[in-house]
């Protein structure tokens, strides 16, 4: 534990130790994560792997300090997320945390340009207009800014979710299956982006995928398999992220 | 299909049993103003049957023959010795102040007991019937209030204040028959000494009961036989019956006509929250509808599902309101009963079958038609809408209809048209009845044009929380005008509630006012003295013996002239300018001497005449006179007009006594009132008022009445909230995933109850500014329809009232939205974003 502590702050952005979450009671009781340790170093892109039902959608869960753990510490950022509450989670979520979800990311009643900043200002923060300006011309939605998300295509929504994540600035961004909804070439947009802010703007992003191929844009895979960690892939391609998953019976 | 039904029932049970609050609430409302009409006319009919219980026989004075004022001591003799009458009775009744225990005139109805015991009409509550002329009975809660008690003596005051002293024999009981229903009290004498109160008007009707062995019919063919029969109308007991009956259903239907209006409105908001509850039901099941259809469901099947559902919900519904409703029934009598004054007397509750009926047509016809359209609008869900990615109910976003528009004009004209008709016209009351059938329209109008009226009322409203709450605020803004038609009809039914709540409340203050104002023009002076008794006059020598008063400057008596068109004050002629002081705006109060008159502006406007004009005033009693109008003047609503004394000591009615004597103490005389008790005291009529007693008195009445419509209203008002309540649980369970993303981006547990809560306060606040516009505008227009005649009535706004509505509007709309919050609130954010 000594040697985990030392390390955050200064490379680790988040990290697990021991994790276990149970969901149900006695004969139905599911394992969802059953001893999982793991860390994610700052400035890199990870991506979570597994097939159907292995625990990746209930690990980022646990790492965002969405839900609760029923044995284990998550520290994000230094910080032991699993010894706070409510209040103080909500807080973490708002200035350190960004999300993007495979749908229903966007509030319906906002315009796009709202939705982007809907975390500052629910963090009270002033934007910094320089910062939005880049994110938005990257991500070529300046000439939608004023839409509503019903007047977006699902690429283009996708796209505002990864603004309104990157936009504060985190310590890190979770996506689970950002690209899930998104035909290839819309999905290739998003995941470039991704990418681009790890590589160019230092951001650290944590992505739970099933697909190969958007497993191959990031640095490094995480494999899970029956809620246990099941080994990891160093710059991963489609062929060997393929060859694993396989392996693991996917 | 019966099964996917039932299961959709049990699967919604939740939101199922909220919205059959509403129709419950609706249909008890409905039953409790049947039954309650049901219950006053059978507790009516009781009592008149009490009236023409072993009544055989009744002879009246018959209405065409002038010649026979009354039934004579022989004609009465006659009846008793006709064959078959074992007993006959004359019966009467005439106002008749009693003295209460401190020695002041109460009016009081006194009535003639019959000496037969088969005819007496109330039953014996405590000691006996009186048997000699002196003596006497008094209806039980008349001895209560004006303190008398057996073995006592009691007075009456006859004419010219006469005393008539009896002894208290025992009291007995009066019922809820017409008289207790206006809280007259009432003794009871024997027919002699009920006659020398007046010994010149004879009995008006005498009763007679058969003996055995007789029909009715052959008792009253001897009976007519007997007497002249051409000068009497003789009845058989049951035609009297039947008489009786008829016009004590006449009487309580209006009452019963009243609350039925009040039950309307009730029905009309539970209509409205119920189609919005199916409304949004139906949107949010788009999904499963559409995934019913594309598994085969048919058209007819979707809209025959969602009726289903709509009939059981009315049906359970139903027969929960139905025995609210007699709840509410038995509570409004108790209320009813202790305005009385009573506090006791019986409550009935009889549940007829139209009642039965009506709440079924109520509960069950209202709550399915009111599905009809959703079930039509779930009939075009397309299939594919299953396999949409966001299902968002917002897609009846304001059509901004032609149709609307143009209904919204109708409605506007009709409406328009007709308050500035009814302004227009003369009689007050087809004026109030035609400017608020305007209103109506024109609240039609506003209703129809609702959802074009949320998007701005909600960014006017919406800044003051945004200024303060920032975000959650902003949120709740959004979501309170993302879907127009549903925030519009949600917040419709609080609309309608509050509207005629702010109508009613703004005329009964404006008419409060207005009475304030004639009050305070009538006393000008410190005290006024006036006669309990109506047309009772003051004796003359009062006026003389306050003017002996020490304390006492100055003293003024009045006399009231009632003509057939206007009544009309006399005052002393050195009072005129001292104790009464009104504007001129013509002619001269210096002209005012004998035969003489200064006449109001009201009065020249409606009358038409001017400075030299020649009235020509008509009264009830005496000769015409002709009186020269010499000044017009403004400022004064005591009457249409003051003449001097002297003129208007040409008026028998007016030579009698007072109407009331205006007294101005001296300066800084301590103990004023005492002064003047002194003398009023002894005077069994004499009241002493100074202006703020009265307003007070006339106020506790005039609140009154406004509480119980408040409470009436109260109930729609009610409805209309459960509605809100409705609207947002539902809309929360539809935003559960937003919810849960907002959680996720940040917003705190309390940020997101505080959302919800914002938006209930709006929807409440729309409701209930647009309506207390509406009502004050409404408000407006019946004062005027009221003043086109005798008085002008100005507006009045009660703001306080208002401020209290609002405030109640705000503090509702807080409690409606705290199930929903701490659902929302409670709900995980992964639990949410699971949601489908
Ligand atoms: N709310 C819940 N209640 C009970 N069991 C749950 C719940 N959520 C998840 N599980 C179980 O926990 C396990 C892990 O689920 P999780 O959603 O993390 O899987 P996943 O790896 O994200 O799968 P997928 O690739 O299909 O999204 C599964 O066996 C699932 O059935
Ligand atoms: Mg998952």
Redesign the interface.
């Known amino acids: 534990m000594s040697a985990l502590v030392s390390d955050v702050g200064t490379r680790t952005a988040v990290a697990a130790e021991d994790l276990v979450k149970v969901y149900g009671k006695g004969d139905t009781a599911v394992r969802a994560l059953d001893g999982v340790s793991v860390t994610f170093q700052a400035g890199r892109f990870t991506a979570i792997m597994g097939p159907s039902g292995s625990g990746k959608s209930t690990l980022m ?1 646990c790492l ?1 300090g ?2 609760n753990v029923d044995g284990g510490k998550v520290h994000v950022g230094g910080t032991e997320i699993t010894a706070l509450g ?2 103080d989670l ?2 973490l ?3 350190r945390v960004g ?1 993007v ?1 495979q ?8 315009t796009a340009e709202a939705n982007i900043l ?2 500052l ?4 923060r002033k934007p910094d207009r320089e910062w939005f300006d880049t994110i938005v011309d990257v991500l070529g939605l300046r000439d939608r800014l004023k839409h509503k ?2 007047e977006l295509s ?1 690429g283009q929504q996708q796209r505002v979710a990864c603004a ?1 994540a990157l936009v504060a600035r985190p310590d890190v961004v979770f996506a689970d299956e950002p690209t899930g ?1 998104l035909d290839s070439r819309s999905g290739a947009e998003v995941l470039d982006f991704l990418r681009m802010s790890v590589r160019k703007l230092g951001q650290t992003v944590i992505m739970v995928t099933h697909d190969p191929v958007a497993a191959s844009y990031a640095d490094r895979v995480v494999l899970l398999a029956d809620g246990r960690p099941a080994g990891e892939i160093d710059s991963p391609t489609t062929d060997s992220v393929l060859s694993a998953l396989k392996h693991l019976g996917a | 299909m019966l099964r996917t039904i039932i299961a959709g029932l049990r699967a919604r049970t939740a939101r199922l049993v909220l919205s059959s609050v509403a129709i419950a609430l609706g249909v008890a409302f409905v039953t409790g103003t049947l039954v309650l009409g049901d219950a006053m006319n059978a507790s009516l009919r009781d009592e008149f049957a009490k009236g023409a219980r072993n009544v055989d026989v009744s002879v009246t004075v018959s209405g065409d023959s002038s010649d026979v004022d009354g039934i004579s001591p022989e004609t009465l003799a006659a009846i008793r010795q006709a064959p078959g009458v074992a007993g006959a009775d004359p019966r009467g009744s005439q106002a008749v102040p009693v003295l209460t225990a401190n020695g002041k005139a109460k009016p009081a109805w006194a009535v003639s007991l019959p000496t037969n015991e088969k005819l007496r009409e109330f039953d014996l509550a405590d000691g006996r019937y009186p048997t000699s002329a002196d003596e006497i009975a008094v209806d039980k809660r008349t001895a209560a209030t004006a303190k008398l008690t057996i073995g006592q003596p009691v007075v009456l005051l006859g004419k010219e204040e006469k005393r008539h002293t009896y002894t208290l024999v025992g009291t007995y009981q009066q019922g809820t028959n017409t008289m207790s229903l206006s809280g007259y009290d009432h003794v009871g004498l024997t027919p002699e000494a009920f006659q020398a109160l007046e010994p010149e008007r004879p009995p008006y009707q005498v009763v007679a009961t058969a003996a055995a062995g007789f029909t009715q019919q052959q008792v009253v063919d001897n009976v007519r036989k007997a007497i002249d029969a051409k000068a009497f109308t003789v009845q058989s007991g049951e035609e009297l019956t039947q008489e009786t009956l008829a016009r004590v259903e006449s009487q309580s239907g209006e009452f019963t006509a009243l609350l039925l209006a009040f039950a309307l409105i009730a029905l009309v908001v539970a209509a409205m929250v119920i189609y919005n509850t199916f409304t949004i039901l139906v949107a949010q099941r788009t999904r499963e509808l559409a995934l019913m259809r594309c598994v085969g469901a048919s058209r007819g099947q979707v809209f025959r599902g969602v009726l289903a559902e709509a009939l059981v919900m009315g049906l359970t519904a139903s027969v929960i309101g139905l025995f609210g409703g007699i709840g509410v029934s038995a509570l409004l009598q108790r209320v009813i009963l202790s305005f009385g004054g009573a506090g006791e007397g019986v409550v009935y509750l009889p549940v007829s079958v139209t009642t039965v009926l009506a709440a079924f047509a109520v509960g069950t016809l209202v709550t399915v038609l009111a599905a009809v359209l959703p079930a039509r609008k779930a009939t075009r869900v397309a299939p594919v809408a299953a396999l949409r ?2 299902p ?1 109910s ?1 897609e009846e976003v304001a059509r901004t209809g032609v149709v609307r528009a143009l209904t919204a004009v109708l409605f506007t004209v009709i409406g328009v048209g007709a308050v500035v008709f009814g302004m227009s016209m003369d009689d007050e009351d087809a004026a109030m009845v035609v400017s608020g059938a305007g209103t109506m329209a024109l609240l039609a109008a506003v209703l129809v044009l609702g959802p074009l009226l949320v998007g701005p009322v909600n960014r006017v409203l919406g800044v003051l929380p945004r200024a303060l709450f ?2 959650p605020a ?2 709740a803004s ?2 309170a ?2 879907n127009p038609k549903r925030t519009a009809a949600t917040t419709a039914a609080l609309m309608i509630g509050v509207t005629i709540v702010a109508l009613v409340t703004v005329v009964a203050n404006s008419a409060k006012e207005t009475a304030n104002a004639q009050i305070d023009e009538r006393m000008p002076a410190d005290y006024t003295v006036t006669s309990s008794v109506y047309d009772r006059p003051l004796p003359k020598e009062l006026a003389t013996q306050l003017a002996a008063v020490p304390e006492v400057a100055k003293v003024a008596p009045t006399t009231v002239v009632y003509g057939e068109r206007e009544y009309l004050t006399g005052i002393p002629r050195d009072a005129i300018g001292d104790l009464f002081r009104p504007t001129v705006t013509s002619g001269s109060l210096a002209d005012l001497v004998d035969g003489t008159v200064a006449v109001n502006a009201d009065y020249v406007k409606r009358r038409n005449v001017s400075v030299g004009s020649m009235l020509t005033i008509r009264p009830e009693k005496g000769e015409e006179q002709q009186l020269k109008v010499v000044a017009v003047i403004e400022g004064q609503r005591l009457s249409d007009g003051v003449m001097t004394m002297e003129t208007s000591q040409r008026f028998p009615q007016a030579a009698e006594g007072y109407d009331s004597i205006l007294v101005k103490l001296k300066d800084g005389v301590a103990n004023g009132r005492a002064a003047v008790e002194r003398v009023t005291d002894p005077s069994p009529l004499a009241l002493l008022d100074s202006a703020a007693e009265t307003k007070e008195q006339l106020n506790q009445q005039l609140n009154q009445v406004l509480t119980f419509i408040w409470a009436l209203i109260g109930l729609a008002v009610l409805i209309a909230l459960f509605g809100i309540a409705n609207t947002l649980t539902l809309s929360v369970l539809e935003r559960t ?2 919810s849960a ?9 309390g ?1 997101l109850r505080l959302m919800l809560v914002i938006e209930s306060v709006l929807m409440a606040l729309m409701g209930a500014a647009i309506g207390l516009l509406l009502g004050i505008g409404f408000g407006w227009v019946i004062t005027e329809a009221l003043s086109t005649d005798t008085i002008s009535v100005d507006l009045i706004v009660p703001f306080g009232q208002i401020g209290v509505m609002l405030a109640g509007a705000v503090v509702a709309a807080v409690v409606a939205a705290a199930l929903p919050a701490r659902r929302a609130a409670r709900t ?3 639990a949410g ?1 699971a949601e489908a």
């Open positions: 869960h965002a969405l839900d409510d209040k909500t807080k979520r708002r200035d999300f979800f749908a229903f990311n966007l509030l319906p009643t906002l809907l975390g200002e629910l963090a009270g998300p019903s699902g309104r909804n | 990615s966001q968002d917002g920032g975000v902003k949120l959004a979501n005008g993302r995933r937003e993303l907002l959680r996720a981006l940040g917003l705190t547990r940020q995980s954010v992964v974003m």
